[in-house]
Every structure is written in structure tokens, then in C-alpha cells.
């Protein structure tokens, strides 16, 4: 649950965040609308990535939910390599979907049909778009503890999220769990010698799927980075290998009876086929 106001910096929100006024200090999540317009819009509607590089645009991550468009708000020209950002970084993020009822004529009041924009159609990997549901399991597998920028350019950006296990506020060697990677130039960039905080001699895959190249941190912790150019939306997320299905055959067994299979259905909504499961 979070509060939305139309706000242009989080001052505007102290009578419900100050603890010594009339409203006893109400505490809530408040819709990241200082962030959005700062640091979201931007990078990725203006082509300036270093502007992630501005981490107190908003709120704290304890009180912000970071977004990049809403019911209210048009969503960035590179809308996906931004969901790539929110869903990677701290915080709390949320992606807008309409469950697939409107279409690209149907959305806001200048059509007269309805006031609201139209939501992410992929949100549940419809339209043979599975990038958010990739990206959740990345950031429910990988992106936890702190956050620190490794690069800032206006073309490349890239982030690490690092277990801070000894409460010194550094990405120390050993410390490292998802290095995240951001290129909007349209072509294949590389950028060699990008610090983190990874052992040296870990081995790191790309989530996504979109680089095969596995990469191994050097003995100084860096690493040589490739992200491909994307249509101008390119991103990768490196992490040390998950445990792996074999080539062939079932990766688990079980004996016994077992019990039935429950099936059960996600529905599609108007423009999209529902998604039968078991």
C-alpha cells in the first residue's frame, strides 16, 4: 500500500512524514513521483543514464515505490530499460499494468474513452514478451542488500547490489550478489576494468540471456563488461551461477504415488489469451 501525491520534491510531503506535527507522524510508502521526474525520465526518456547516478533524487528506499509510468503518468520513450533499472535497484519498485483491457487508441482522455494510460502489456509475458517476469525472478534471486554505482556515463550505466555483511557501508571483495548493466546507444558497448565487489575467480552469467558470455573476476575484482545494443534498450545482469537442470533427462525424480496435478488459469484479459497451467 502506498499514498500517491503529485509532488515535485519530498518536502512537500513532511505534514504526514514529521513526526512532531498534528498527524502524529503517519508512515506510509509514497509513489517516487520526485525520482520519476529527476532520475527516471531523465535517463530514459532524455539519454542521460548518469542521471541513476542521483541517488537521493527521492524518497529513501524505506519510503519510496519507485516507477516509470503510472494510471496518471506517460511512460518513457525506453520503457523497458527502465523497468530493467527499478526492478535491479533498492527499493521497492512496481511495474503498471492494465491487464491487456486497452489499446494503443484507447488510453487517456483526449480519446474520450477512458483517463487512464495504458499499462505494460508484457507485464506477465504476453505478447512474447517475457522480460518482466525475467526480471523478477533476477530480482527476487540476486537483488537484495545495498547498491553502488560502478559506472555513469550518458550511454552506460552500471549498478551492483552487494550484501553489506560487516555494516561498513563498502562493497568489500566477497560482498557482491548481481552487477547490472544499462546501454541505450543502439550498438554493442563494451567497457573493461568495471570494479565490484565479487571474490576474485567467481564466474558470472548472464540472467537475462541476452549475452552468453560468461565472465570471470579478475584478481583485482573487475571485470570486462559486453552489453548488447538492443534497439537502443540493452541491459544484462551478472550473477554467480545458480545451481543447473542437467542437459537431458528429469532434473529431479520422485517416487511414489505422487497426487494430482491442480490446473489452474491466469486470465488474459480482453487482448490476450488466458494462460492455462498445472
Given at each position: ?31 517516487d513521483?520526485?525520482?520519476?521526474s ?7 526518456n ?15 528506499p ?9 494510471h ?11 523497468y ?12 503498471y ?5 486497452l ?28 522480460t518482466i ?58 567497457r573493461?576494468?568495471?570494479q ?11 540472467y537475462?540471456?541476452r ?6 573476476v579478475?584478481g583485482?575484482?573487475?571485470?570486462n ?18 545451481a543447473q537442470?542437467?542437459?537431458?533427462g ?29
Amino acid at each position: 500500500i502506498y499514498s500517491e501525491f503529485f509532488i515535485g520534491s519530498i518536502g512537500e510531503t513532511d505534514y504526514w512524514r514529521n513526526p512532531s506535527d498534528r498527524n502524529w507522524g503517519i508512515q506510509a510508502r509514497y509513489l517516487d513521483f520526485p525520482r520519476k521526474s529527476q532520475m527516471i525520465m531523465a535517463a530514459f526518456n532524455n539519454g542521460n543514464l548518469a542521471a541513476l547516478d542521483n541517488i537521493s533524487a527521492g524518497f529513501s528506499p524505506e519510503e519510496g515505490v519507485i516507477f516509470a509510468h503510472s494510471h496518471d503518468e506517460d511512460p518513457p520513450n525506453k520503457l523497458e530499460l527502465a523497468y530493467a533499472y527499478i526492478l535491479t535497484r533498492v527499493g521497492t519498485p512496481v511495474v503498471y499494468f492494465t491487464g491487456n483491457n486497452l489499446a494503443d487508441n484507447e488510453d487517456k482522455e483526449e480519446n474520450g474513452i477512458t483517463w487512464m494510460r495504458k499499462g505494460y502489456d508484457g507485464a506477465l509475458g504476453d505478447k512474447n514478451t517475457g522480460t518482466i517476469p525475467n526480471l523478477i525472478y533476477i530480482h527476487n534471486q540476486f537483488a537484495r542488500g545495498k547498491e553502488w554505482t560502478r559506472w555513469a556515463e550518458g550511454d552506460f550505466f552500471v549498478h551492483e547490489r552487494y550484501d553489506d555483511t560487516n555494516n561498513n557501508g563498502q562493497a568489500n571483495s566477497g560482498e557482491g550478489l548481481l552487477l547490472v548493466a544499462l546501454n541505450d546507444s543502439g550498438s554493442d558497448q563494451t567497457r573493461n576494468g568495471i570494479q565490484t565487489s565479487f571474490a576474485p575467480g567467481t564466474l558470472l552469467k548472464d540472467y537475462t540471456g541476452r549475452n552468453p558470455d560468461t565472465v570471470t573476476v579478475g584478481g583485482d575484482g573487475k571485470v570486462n563488461i559486453r552489453v548488447p545494443g538492443w534497439g537502443g534498450q540493452g541491459f544484462v545482469c551478472y550473477a554467480p551461477f545458480n545451481a543447473q537442470a542437467p542437459a537431458s533427462g528429469s532434473p529431479i525424480t520422485f517416487e511414489g504415488s505422487g497426487v494430482s496435478a491442480m490446473p489452474w488459469v491466469i486470465l488474459g484479459g480482453r487482448d490476450a489469451a488466458s494462460k492455462p497451467r498445472t
